[in-house]
């Protein structure tokens, strides 16, 4: 059973950064791909990013592509995401998720509880 700990959400105005983290126990990290996903106010789960167990391989979703980026340190049990000029329409509760690679909620079995973020116009 794999425990995940999101942080670092928070209020911040347009433009700018923020770098969510989510911390890993309970399970061998690497042995898991590792997703984010989002969720606004009376919206979907949507997919954000995801990264490889390895690290080499990452997916972006269209609307972060180039603002966005995944990483991840298996010697931390950690995975990342940099978020850089951010929007308002942005602003959601974030999740981190361990599963099989891949952009579709299904495919991940292990979810944080989510950490809020704020976009302020």
């Known amino acids: 059973q794999v425990q995940l700990v999101e942080s670092g959400g928070g209020l911040v105005q347009a433009g700018g950064s923020l770098r969510l983290s989510c911390a890993a126990s309970?399970?061998?990290?690497?042995?898991?791909?590792m997703g984010w996903f989002r969720q606004a106010p009376g919206k979907e789960r949507e997919f954000v990013a995801a990264?490889?167990?390895?690290?080499?391989?990452?997916i972006y979703a269209d609307s972060v592509k180039g603002r966005f980026t995944i990483s991840r340190d298996n010697a931390k049990n950690t995975v990342y995401l940099q978020m850089n000029s951010l929007k308002p329409e942005n602003t959601a509760v974030y999740y981190c998720?361990?599963?099989?690679?891949?952009?579709?909620?299904?495919?991940?079995?292990?979810w944080g509880q989510g950490t809020q973020v704020t976009v302020s116009s």
């Open positions: 998720a361990a599963g099989k690679y891949g952009s579709t909620r299904r495919l991940y079995d292990y």
């Open positions: 309970g399970g061998t990290f690497s042995s898991y791909a």
């Open positions: 990264i490889s167990r390895g690290g080499i391989g990452t």
